[in-house]
Every structure is written in structure tokens, then in C-alpha cells.
């Protein structure tokens, strides 16, 4: 009869399957926050709104090529002649950057401050993982949404315009265009991430979080604004004004947008016309003003983590 009890059964010994390494419990956090991050409704919700100037700018375009028959055709030629093709794409990164900075708070903000005031550190840190695995699991987890979030829009409408544009010159104008999206994207998601996991990191409430991240997000961004107008001041020397343009870059969303236009290496072009001499344009930042700062800002972030991250409270 004692044979028959649970305890006494020993076939699971007998386990063949394959084992997961110890190296990879990072992917554990990281894969279950993709998961309950591509389940949740505001994800889809703020991906689409973040896709607004997308939709209209096909919605334009599509609406001259359907025109062309009714309307002189060195109108349209001329149209087209005057759009450059990755000032496009820069413009739907920057058109968007609100949303996904909403996208990141829903899904990011609570990260590690829900864990701090549930006490869930002493679980995840009891067992065989490090406070590496913890931090990478948790950036890679809120890094990997942003990214995908970033990325549909974008690519939907380079599939669509690869389909239809070709012959005004898209990709063919820029062939580097999609290797370069793939380098901007990630590190714009993964800029993010390391702010939000940094400022989650401080609280032991997502909203507590959230809300003091979105405070600096838009304090920084009205200060650095007010200062970038300098640049428009008349009594201002004509030396220092191309320094005023340059603040505009030093805010949480400045820094990724500058890092995207010296990698496509364009000045950028304006909104919603076509022609550049209707509208002031910022010239691109210098690589090794932007660069250092968008990496040094995302590793103070998660220093910050790091120092705060432990199993139990530490009195001094």
C-alpha cells in the first residue's frame, strides 16, 4: 500500500526532457512581462494612436495617386520630387514619442515599485536568481514592447510604401533607410525602458512612479523648449543662436529624435508640407554631443536600479 502513495512514486526521476539553463532565468521575467504587455489593451490602443501621422501621410499620398488623372500630372511628379523618404519616418518617431511615452508608464512604471511595496524581492531574490537576472528581465521585458510598439506602424507603412512608392523613389532614394530604422528603433525603446526601470526603482507604487517620471519627462521638456526659443530672439548673437537650436535635443524624447537624425543623417523636414524653405528646420546634433548623453542617461538610470534593487531592506 505505501508503494502506491505519492511519495513513494519516483518515476519523474526518469525525466529525459531538455533541461533550461541557469543562465537564461532572466528570460522567465522578461517573457511573462511580453506576454501580459501584448495582452493588455493599452498596448494596442496607444501603438494605433502613435501611428496618426503615418495614416494621414499615406491617406495624402494615396489620395495624389488616385488624382493624377484629374489633375496635371507635373503637379503630382512635383509633389512626390519634393518628400524625402526617411524625414518621413523621422517624422511619424517624432509624431509618436508622446504616445509611447504614455505606453511606457501603463506598462512600465509599476515594474519594480509594485514589487517593492508587495515585497516580491525577497521571492524573486530568495531563489537562484541574481539581481543581474532580475534587472535584465525586467528592461528586456518593458525594452521589447516599446520596440514592437515603435516598430508596426513604422514597418506597415514601409511595406505599403515599398508596394506603392517605389517609383517616386522610395528605398531607392535612401537603400540603407531599413537598416537604419533597425538601429534607431531599439535603441529609442531601449532608452526608454532604462528610465522608466530607473524611476520605478525609487518608489514602492507604480503611480507614485509614473507620476514622478512624467513630471521630469515634461519639466525637462518646458525648460529645454523655453531655452531652444532663444534661438529665434533677435538680440541674440547669430554665433550663439545654432547653440540655442541644439538644446532642443537635451529632453527625454530630444535625445533619441537628435540620435535618429544623425544616423539618417538629415536636418529633418518640416510636418505637414513638403517644401523646406516654409518652415524653420533644427539642424541635426553633433554624434558626440547626442550619443554620449543618451547612453550616459540610460546607464545613471539603471545604476540607480541597481543600487536599489535588493532582497531586504538595508538599515544605515
Known amino acids: 500500500m505505501v508503494d502506491h502513495t505519492p511519495i513513494a512514486d519516483l518515476s519523474y526521476r526518469n525525466y529525459e526532457g531538455e533541461l533550461e539553463s541557469p543562465h537564461k532565468r532572466w528570460v522567465v521575467i522578461a517573457r511573462d512581462a511580453v506576454r501580459r504587455s501584448l495582452r493588455s489593451k493599452p498596448f494596442w490602443i496607444l501603438t494605433g494612436v502613435a501611428s496618426w501621422y503615418y495614416?494621414?501621410?499615406?491617406?495624402?499620398?494615396?489620395?495624389?495617386?488616385?488624382?493624377?488623372?484629374?489633375?496635371?500630372?507635373?503637379?503630382?511628379?512635383?509633389?512626390?520630387?519634393?518628400?524625402?523618404?526617411?524625414?518621413?519616418?523621422?517624422?511619424?518617431?517624432?509624431?509618436?514619442?508622446?504616445?509611447?511615452?504614455?505606453l511606457g508608464l501603463v506598462l512600465g512604471a509599476g515594474c519594480i515599485a509594485n514589487?517593492?511595496?508587495?515585497?516580491?524581492?525577497?521571492?524573486?531574490?530568495?531563489?537562484?536568481?541574481?539581481?543581474?537576472?532580475?534587472?535584465?528581465?525586467?528592461?528586456?521585458?518593458?525594452?521589447?514592447?516599446?520596440?514592437?510598439?515603435?516598430?508596426?506602424?513604422?514597418?506597415?507603412?514601409?511595406?505599403?510604401?515599398?508596394?506603392?512608392?517605389?517609383?517616386?523613389?522610395?528605398?531607392?532614394?535612401?537603400?540603407?533607410?531599413?537598416?537604419?530604422?533597425?538601429?534607431?528603433?531599439?535603441?529609442?525603446?531601449?532608452f526608454q525602458a532604462s528610465?522608466?526601470?530607473?524611476?520605478?526603482?525609487?518608489?514602492?507604487?507604480?503611480?507614485?512612479?509614473?507620476?514622478?517620471?512624467?513630471?521630469?519627462?515634461?519639466?525637462?521638456?518646458?525648460?529645454?523648449?523655453?531655452?531652444?526659443?532663444?534661438?529665434?530672439?533677435d538680440r541674440l548673437p547669430e554665433t550663439v543662436k545654432p547653440l540655442a537650436d541644439q538644446i532642443s535635443y537635451l529632453s527625454f524624447d530630444g535625445l533619441p529624435y537628435g540620435l535618429a537624425k544623425v544616423v539618417w543623417g538629415t536636418d529633418g523636414s518640416p510636418f505637414w508640407v513638403v517644401n523646406r524653405r516654409m518652415e524653420h528646420v533644427v539642424t541635426r546634433p553633433q554624434l558626440l554631443l547626442v550619443l554620449p548623453l543618451l547612453v550616459g542617461v540610460a546607464a545613471l538610470a539603471l545604476s540607480i536600479a541597481w543600487s536599489r534593487v535588493r532582497a531586504v531592506e538595508v538599515v544605515r
Do not use: E
Not at 522608466?196 to 507604480?206: D, E, K, Q, R, T
Not at 503611480?207 to 531655452?227: C, D, E, P
Open 115 to 190: 514589487d517593492n511595496r508587495t515585497n516580491a524581492l525577497l521571492v524573486y531574490l530568495s531563489k537562484p536568481t541574481t539581481k543581474t537576472d532580475y534587472l535584465v528581465g525586467k528592461f528586456v521585458g518593458l525594452a521589447v514592447p516599446l520596440f514592437l510598439s515603435m516598430a508596426i506602424p513604422t514597418l506597415l507603412f514601409v511595406l505599403y510604401g515599398a508596394l506603392n512608392w517605389r517609383n517616386h523613389g522610395f528605398l531607392t532614394d535612401d537603400p540603407w533607410m531599413i537598416p537604419k530604422l533597425f538601429l534607431i528603433l531599439p535603441l529609442a525603446a531601449g
Open 195 to 233: 528610465l522608466l526601470v530607473g524611476f520605478s526603482s525609487l518608489a514602492n507604487n507604480g503611480r507614485v512612479a509614473g507620476a514622478v517620471y512624467a513630471g521630469f519627462y515634461f519639466i525637462i521638456k518646458f525648460f529645454v523648449f523655453l531655452l531652444s526659443g532663444l534661438g529665434k530672439w
Open 55 to 102: 495614416l494621414i501621410m499615406t491617406a495624402l499620398m494615396y489620395f495624389m495617386d488616385q488624382v493624377v488623372d484629374f489633375m496635371p500630372p507635373q503637379m503630382v511628379k512635383q509633389f512626390f520630387s519634393q518628400i524625402v523618404w526617411h524625414d518621413l519616418l523621422l517624422n511619424g518617431l517624432g509624431a509618436g514619442q508622446m504616445m509611447w511615452m504614455a
